[in-house]
């Protein structure tokens, strides 16, 4: 399965510029997306979709990952258009994950997880979403919130769609968990914060210290 990282949106809220390159513990955002991407053995070809307000996230995906990882440039009109134009520009016929670039505490092991479930789904297409309690649980606000069966949920940032009818809206089915890497999210400088303090915890945890 490829990946399509979303990266055009200059992140107005957080206030920091370009918000693909805003650092976090010395390494961008989107850094921590491709890397984690990387290393999930399901995922194939990466690509990252640009736009005219995000030039230095182009130069540095390029830079820092040559032909590893393949920088689309869109129009930058909206998001849907333009995803729909990265697909069609990759050439994309299959299942691919789109994503967006600000998700740094994604696992390599929890996206093996969302693929798993997207196989025996039975849709063409899969939303992940989040609990709303997650999010509180965190001190988020989501901007967006969704009734699904009678529970609040909000969308997570990584869908996964058939490749081959992009132009068309497809069924699809909401995977709701309750991982806090899919909760966190980049959206202000205190979301930035809460995951500076996990990345160092998670660290900490791993050494044995």
Known sequence: MDAIIMAGGFGSRLGMGEKPCVELLGKPLISYVIDTLRKTKSIDDIYVAVSPATPKTATFVEDEYDDNVQVIPTA?????????????AACITEPLMI???DLPLLTSELLEKVIEEYRVCGKPAMSIFSP????????????TVFNWDGKLIVPSGINILDGGDVDNEQDYVSLVLDDIELALNINTVEDLQKCKQMLLERSSDSSGN
Do not use: E, F, H, Q
């Open 99 to 101: 994503l967006m670039a």
């Open 76 to 88: 930058g009109g909206n998001y849907v258009g333009d995803m729909v134009y990265a697909v069609k």
């Open 132 to 143: 709303i309690a997650i999010c509180k649980s965190l001190g988020i606000r989501p901007d």
